[in-house]
């Protein structure tokens, strides 16, 4: 099994620990739910963060040359890529976070949005930078200092998003 696959799977079970460990004290502390307007913002949130998911999805199989799934063989740096570097991962912590809003409890919120977010800051950090700069070299290096890891620049994300891919 490729490295790619394995990550998936990891995330994938850490997802589902994290929400059912919220939801298990949420129910076991009997605690109140959000107010509607709240849950409204976490499903928008869940809406919204499925354009730049699947963007990227699209973006990566069209120009990164994959290999296997979720491993690219080509750097891109144009669409969404252009406003930040890890698009697909901002969207994954949009997503829960908006999810866990949705789910509607203190504790699903609180412990699946910040531990998403621990997640995707450590890899990013940790594994993913490291990866992608030995990979991709000088180029990497140059697309690094004019692009922001995670906080992407200022209207530039929706600008993209409202243009067609091509």
């Given at each position: 099994?490729?490295?790619?696959?394995?990550?998936?799977?990891?995330?994938?079970?850490?997802?589902?620990?994290?929400?059912?460990?919220?939801?298990?004290?949420?129910?076991?502390?009997?605690?109140?739910?959000?107010?509607?307007?709240?849950r409204l913002v976490g499903f928008i949130g869940v809406v919204l963060?499925?354009?730049?998911?699947?963007?990227?999805?699209?973006?990566?199989?069209?120009?990164?040359?994959?290999?296997?799934?979720?491993?690219?063989?080509?750097?891109?740096?144009?669409?969404?890529?252009?406003?930040?570097?890890?698009?697909?991962?901002?969207?994954?912590?949009?997503?829960?976070?908006?999810?866990?809003?949705?789910?509607?409890?203190?504790?699903?919120?609180?412990?699946?949005?910040?531990?998403?977010?621990?997640?995707?800051?450590?890899?990013?950090?940790?594994?993913?930078?490291?990866?992608?700069?030995?990979?991709?070299?000088?180029?990497?290096?140059?697309?690094?200092?004019?692009?922001?890891?995670?906080?992407?620049?200022?209207?530039?994300?929706?600008?993209?998003?409202?243009?067609?891919?091509?």
């Amino acid at each position: 099994m490729s490295v790619c696959r394995k990550r998936l799977i990891i995330w994938l079970v850490l997802t589902g620990v994290s929400i059912a460990t919220g939801i298990g004290i949420d129910i076991a502390l009997k605690t109140e739910a959000f107010p509607t307007v709240l849950r409204l913002v976490g499903f928008i949130g869940v809406v919204l963060a499925h354009f730049p998911l699947k963007r990227t999805g699209k973006l990566l199989t069209a120009l990164g040359k994959p290999k296997e799934w979720g491993c690219t063989s080509r750097l891109i740096t144009t669409d969404i890529y252009q406003c930040v570097r890890h698009p697909h991962h901002l969207a994954i912590g949009i997503f829960m976070t908006s999810l866990g809003l949705l789910i509607g409890h203190i504790w699903s919120f609180l412990i699946i949005s910040i531990s998403q977010w621990i997640w995707i800051i450590a890899f990013l950090f940790m594994v993913e930078e490291k990866e992608v700069e030995e990979k991709f070299g000088e180029e990497y290096k140059a697309y690094r200092q004019r692009v922001p890891m995670l906080l992407p620049k200022p209207g530039c994300i929706f600008r993209v998003l409202t243009k067609s891919l091509k």
